[in-house]
Nanobody, 123 residues
Framework: VQLQASGGGLVQAGASLRLSCAAS????????LGWFRQAPGKEREFVAA????????YYANSAKGRFTISRDNAKNTVFLQMNTLNPEDTAVYFC?????????????????WGQGTQVTVSS
């Protein structure tokens, strides 16, 4: 599976952004999808994930209540709606995927990685 993330940018604190990730390759509907992020000098951290059908979603504590992950299997796309952004959300955001339909919050558990999109939140 090839993943292509987009939608990052520079915004002010309190603003919203919607990240998209388009997939190609194997059957998209059988790929467990997620988002990770990596801030400068920090390790990659789990942000959110979604099951094959979209029925189950999972969030890091930092994302709960502000971020929403969703997917459109007909369009082979996964989204991350991010609201009420703050400077601590500044990072490169990666969309990821794995064939096993089980939550994994360790980045090593994902087989497919997009190239990342930069999100910068100014105070």
């Amino acid at each position: 599976v090839q993943l292509q993330a987009s939608g990052g940018g520079l915004v002010q604190a309190g603003a919203s952004l919607r990240l998209s990730c388009a997939a190609s390759g194997r059957s998209f509907s059988n790929v467990f999808l997620g988002w990770f992020r990596q801030a400068p000098g920090k390790e990659r951290e789990f942000v959110a994930a979604i099951s094959w059908t979209g029925r189950n979603t999972y969030y890091a504590n930092s994302a709960k209540g502000r971020f929403t992950i969703s997917r459109d299997n007909a369009k082979n796309t996964v989204f991350l709606q991010m609201n009420t952004l703050n400077p601590e959300d500044t990072a490169v955001y990666f969309c990821v995927g794995r064939p096993i339909n089980v939550l994994q919050t360790n980045p090593s558990g994902y087989d497919y990685w997009g190239q990342g999109t930069q999100v910068t939140v100014s105070s």
